[in-house]
């Protein structure tokens, strides 16, 4: 036994609740530092600076963006491979540690191709391990109160992408975009690293404690008012696991994957260029990026929001709504050209993404379980970052083409509402054995 695992066991038994909650808490710390300094929410106060400076293409620019995530469909399933084996801990923990490196080189590029050399492997471990491994990390240690865990992840990202950015924003203005990079690596070096060596463990079985919820002594019910309805047995109900084979001879596996990739380029292509969105219809740079800002901070009720319903509701109608949102907002977006209707449509899209977030990340855990979910998450990953790339280089080519960018964003509006309409039918899966029982409330059809 290693001496973190040792310190892990123990801190477990002296604490005064689930130890789940310090794998949550470790997200806190990587979505103030690491989860944001390679995201298109953080990127997006650079691209004006770094591009007039540089007299660089806003197409080109983006393509990094699109170049890491691309590079990240192809090392995912690695990586979902390695959480399943390994856990997150050393994951994350190198991860953070190359992202602040990274970040600190960018300070001091002057040409596309060292720009592309440092930002798309730290945009790579963006969209791979990072995206990966948290969700997965805390979905491991959670069962009924996933939704929750899950929130309080995402709020911690959300509050991350909302203060990282404008924080930047104030730097590059006062200062320069070179020593917000530098600032944003410093950051990284010392709130990622140490936290995710030393506290994340991969499940509580390796611990020796129970997934919550573990059933309560002398509760017939196993969860009380929590319990599934409808669970057929008297401990609330049993985890499903499907392995990789069974779950990809599912249909919600491929509906579900469609569904990640079309919401997640939506996304970054709105978020990475909602800021130039707003300075090209000629509202002033400071307030063009509380887009950014308003984005971010929308996605934090918005998660629980969102989390409340995941066990009361069934999940793809959940998916449907957080879509049609989107598709809402992106399309208030085109017409905005000032502060009131930017603040308006910047709050919806990050309330409608704060859904797709959590929603995909629930869905996943919820229809095939905790056993190979790494694994899983990391096949379905690569076409939610293929998306992630698609996304910012359609819209920043097309503004190119354009000069505006009016016509990409109504592309992406209609995307995600068929989307939406598409995760209809992604109903959960049929346990792949008769000794499973059914699925809990929040993932009935």
Not at 161 to 190: E, K, S
Not at 296 to 316: E, G, H, K, T, V
Not at 359 to 366: G, M, P
Not at 424 to 445: C, N, Y
């Amino acid at each position: 036994m290693t001496g973190a695992t040792v310190l892990r066991t123990r801190l477990a038994h002296a604490l005064p609740f689930y130890y789940g909650w310090v794998i949550a808490g470790n997200g806190v710390a990587l979505s103030l530092s690491t989860r944001t300094v390679m995201a298109v929410a953080t990127l997006s106060v650079f691209v004006v600076p770094m591009t007039q400076s540089m007299g660089w293409s806003v197409g080109m620019f983006s393509g990094a963006v699109s170049l890491g995530g691309l590079v990240a469909v192809f090392i995912s399933p690695i990586v979902g491979r390695w959480l399943d084996r390994y856990g997150a801990g050393v994951i994350l923990g190198m991860g953070s540690l190359a992202t602040g490196v990274l970040a600190i080189g960018l300070a001091f590029v002057t040409h596309p191709l060292a720009f592309y050399f440092l930002y798309v492997p730290g945009r790579m471990i963006f969209s791979g391990p990072m995206e990966i491994g948290l969700p997965t990390a805390v979905s491991n240690w959670f069962i009924r109160r996933r939704p929750l865990g899950l929130a309080v992840d995402a709020v911690a990202k959300g509050a991350g992408l909302a203060i990282v950015p404008w924080a930047m924003q104030l730097i590059i203005t006062g200062y320069d975009w070179r020593t917000a990079w530098v600032t944003l690596g410093v950051l990284t070096l010392a709130l990622g690293v140490v936290p995710s060596l030393l506290l994340l463990a991969r499940r509580p079985e390796d611990m020796g404690l129970e997934p919550d919820p573990a059933p309560a002594r002398g509760d017939p019910a196993g969860q009380g008012a929590d319990a599934a309805p409808g669970s057929g047995n008297p401990g609330g109900f049993t985890e499903i696991n499907f392995t990789v084979g069974q779950a990809l001879r599912t249909q919600a596996f491929w509906i579900l994957a469609i569904f990640s990739g079309a919401g997640m380029m939506v996304q970054a292509g709105v978020s990475l260029h909602q800021v130039s969105h707003y300075i090209n219809q000629g509202v002033d740079p400071r307030f063009a990026a509380m887009s950014a800002s308003t984005f971010a901070l929308a996605q934090m009720p918005a998660s629980l929001f969102w989390a409340a319903l995941a066990r009361r509701m069934p999940i793809r109608f959940l998916m449907m709504s957080a879509a049609f949102v989107v598709a809402l907002a992106t399309a208030g977006t085109v017409m905005s050209d000032w502060l009131l209707p930017e603040i308006i449509s910047a709050a919806g899209v990050g309330f409608g993404v704060g859904g797709l977030h959590l929603l995909i990340r629930l869905v996943w855990a919820d229809y095939y379980g905790r056993q190979n979910l790494g694994t899983i998450r990391g096949l379905t990953m690569s076409v939610q970052v293929g998306g992630q790339a698609l996304g910012p280089v359609i819209a920043g080519f097309m503004f190119d083409y354009f000069d505006s960018y009016r016509i990409p964003f109504t592309f992406f509006a209609v995307a995600v509402f068929l989307a939406g309409i598409l995760a209809l039918a992604a109903k959960p899966p049929r346990a792949p054995s008769p000794t499973h029982s059914r699925e809990p409330a929040g993932v009935s059809g």
